[in-house]
């Protein structure tokens, strides 16, 4: 399964549903939900940290919590 991790700079996903159990709690309050856009604006040096975007909020994220964030229906 694709997750987060796996996406390219500039591309945009949706997240799956399929493994959401694994997304961390503080992901989901912030609006990383089933069926959300969500769009890896750039990679870091050495890809940790990874910028971002979900429903117009900018954040940041370490590598090892993107891998636990699935994705399907990659758009771009």
């Known amino acids: 399964m694709k997750t987060v991790a ?32 969500i769009k ?4 870091a040096p050495l890809n940790d940290p990874l910028y971002i975007e979900i ?8 590598t090892e919590t993107a891998r636990l964030i699935p994705v399907n229906c990659l758009v771009d």
């Open 55 to 62: 429903n117009g909020n900018h954040l940041l994220i370490r």
């Open 6 to 37: 796996h996406m390219e700079a500039g591309q945009t996903a949706v997240i799956c549903e399929n493994g959401i159990e694994s997304i961390p709690l503080k992901l989901l309050e912030l609006g990383c939900l089933p069926g959300i856009t």
């Open 40 to 43: 890896l604006v750039r990679k």
